[in-house]
Structure formats: C-alpha cells, structure tokens
C-alpha cells in the first residue's frame, strides 16, 4: 500500500493540478504494492491511470502549467504573477554557478524519489551579488523549467510603518506558497531581513525577521522560495541558515562577457569583432550591462544601414555603460 509520504503527494500535486506528478506517484504506489505481493490491486491501479492518460488526452510526461488565477483581496496587490517561459540555456552565468542550478533542477524533478527516503529538494535559495548578474532572471529559469509560475513579491506593499502589520501581510504569502506550488521570489530581501543588530534598526524591523525566520523555519510546502540580494553583508546571519543553497552570482569573466554578448547579438552576427579590443571594455561590467551595451550597438548598426556591429560601436557603447555605471 502507499507510504504517509506518497498519500501526501498524491494529494498535494491534485490540489497543484500537476498531472504528470500525480501519475508518477501513483505509479510508485503500484509498484510498491506489486513487490508485495499485491499483483491484482497493482494491475488494476496501472489500469486505472492508463485509462485517466487516455481521457485526458495527453501523455503523462506533460505537466500542465498550474491553473492560478489572480490572487483577489489584499494578496493581488502583494504578489505579481507571470508565467516566464525561460530556460536554463537562456542564462550566461559562470559554471559554478550554472551546477548549483542543475543540481537544484535535478532535484526538483527526482523530488518524490528523496522524499521515499526520507529527504526533502533543495526548494529555499538565496541568491546574492551584485546588481545586473542574473540572480532575478535564475527565478525565472527555474520556473520556466519545471513549469511553475512565478510569484514576485511586492516587498514595497508588504512592508508597512503600522505595528504587526507587515507580519500578517508576511503570512498571507505564506499561506499562498503553501497553497500553491510556485516559485516565490523575495527579491532585494535585504529590505525583510536586514542585521538585527544595526544601530537604525527598529523593533518593528526585528519583529518582521523574527516573523520571516519562523515561517521559513515552518515552510513545508512544495514551492521554492527563491530569495536575491544586492548587500548581503546587510542581511541578518540568521537569513543563510534558513536556505538550503546560498548561490553568488560574480561578475561576467572575460569568457562570460564573450558569451553574454555573442548570445545578444546572435541575430546580427559578431563576426569581424575584434575580441581582443571588446575584453579591454567588459572587465567590472554586469551581465545587464553588456546585454544594454549590445543593444545599443546592434541599433547603431541598423540605423546606420549595416548588417553587423563593428567593433568601433561595439567599444563607444561598453564604453558609455561603464560611464554609465560611474566606472
């Protein structure tokens, strides 16, 4: 018969309207009722999915994207929903940081698996670096990936000057990401969860991360609680113990920024670009910031009747980012 954990899955991914998940778990449970012993109530259990396959018309493989409707009262105004259609492919980021993700995706996809043994995936991230390295984006190409929709949080309505109210704005997202699976994106988190101990801090301040602590300590949901911050060393040291991964996202390589700018300027073309002259402009700029450099290149280049960016455009339009960004 199905272990406490699977009747929980089964019953958490109807509620999530996941399908491919459901039938997948019903199959563990088949399968574990055929190794003892019950060959009639596996067959006929594999018969029934196989029949709810058929209706529904699709193969099981295909999880449908999670029926969400808009949040209604006061929840509208503190989550912005979306549905990125991303993928892993779309972020240039440094290996290292690229393996976390993987690895965070394969154990999301494998979830049911640890669980039978007893052990939970990675769902609690905290994304840290500086600004325009990726870290808003990887929410998206984690839900685009396993489907999800994407939570943003508003921190600028949750947070409040009234006493107690932030906490219970604070608990209303919870309530949501236990109700439905998604991905929630606390981002500039610093603002929810900075040091304690910082002389401006206030009580009300240290009331919300105390709020914040527990309900990440008693978060048990099937959603991932994605978290991105510019200063982490404003962030309480409280905050990193309660993610499962802290991921930092560095500045672009010299390889990265080739990348970056190749991937962006795909539909125009780089050849001809001499590299060793773009690596001498790139060094200390964001990956947002290349990608704006390349754009204003790849517009410079149509307007002037060309077909492809020179590198002369390519050099005044890195150049005018890093003027830009005070370098």
Known sequence: MATADQVKALVRSHAAGDESRFYSVALQVAARAARSGQSKFAQELRELIDEAKSAA??????????PVTQPRGELAGLLAVSYPDLRLSDLTVEPTVRERLERVLTEQHQAERLREHGFRPMHR??????????????????????????FLIRLEVLITKFMGETAAKLRMVFDAVEATRGVYLFDEV?????????????????RVLNSFLQFLDADDSASL??????????????????FDAVVEYPLPTREIAREVIKQRLSTLGTKGVVWKQIDEVT?????????????????????????????????????????????
């Open 225 to 242: 609680i994605v978290a991105a911050s510019n200063h982490p060393q404003l962030l309480d040291r409280a905050v990193f113990r309660r």
């Open 125 to 150: 991230l905290l994304l840290v670096g500086s600004p325009g390295t990726g870290k808003t984006m990887t929410a998206g190409v984690l839900a685009g990936e396993l489907r999800l929709p994407l």
């Open 57 to 66: 018309g699709r193969p099981s493989r295909t999880a449908r994207p999670v």
């Open 283 to 327: 060094a200390g700029l964001s990956h947002a910031e290349l990608t704006l450099a390349c754009e204003h290149a790849a517009k410079e280049a149509l307007l002037s009747g060309l077909d492809r960016v020179t590198t002369g455009m390519l050099v005044a339009a890195l150049r005018g980012r890093r003027h830009a960004a005070g370098g």
């Open 190 to 206: 610093d603002a929810l969860a900075g040091d304690r101990s910082s002389a401006n801090d206030v009580g009300e301040i240290r």
